[in-house]
């Protein structure tokens, strides 16, 4: 990429979706894949793939992925638009079929979370590696600042800092 596209495509997601609350289950689930993608990865790289991860993982559709079947899992292993790992693939099916399981006890994967709120980042990362598959301290850490969980996603005298706290973000609560 051209220096104009990288500083393009890092700034529109720290405008406008590094730290800001997500409500919606399925985009908290595509950011959580594309999280646990970055492991070992520039984010730009994941940044880069975030079109190829929405349409490999069915537009984050928690209920279509926790479905995915063998065939689906060999389908993603060999779709160059994503990280074919096959580590993090499984992940992401598994982690799909444990979302859907907290939906049905707590309503949504949201409510799960909050439910769950207030906690250290080592509270979350204990209670995320008993939860889900390939989360460890660094993906569980920046999934959460990255949905407005923890703080740390902007310094305060970021101007996206202000537009955040806007919208009372959790760490605010």
Known sequence: ????????LH???HDHHYGFPIHDDNELFGRLIMEINQAGLSWETILKKEEGFRKAYANFDIAAVAAFSEKDRERLLNDAAIIRNRLKVNAAIENARVIVQLQQEFGSFEKWLEHHHPRTKEEWVKLFKKTFRFTGGEIVGEFLMSIGYLPGAHSEDCPVYAKITRKKPMWQR
């Open 1 to 8: 990429m051209q220096p104009a596209e990288r500083k393009a």
């Open 11 to 13: 700034q529109r997601y």
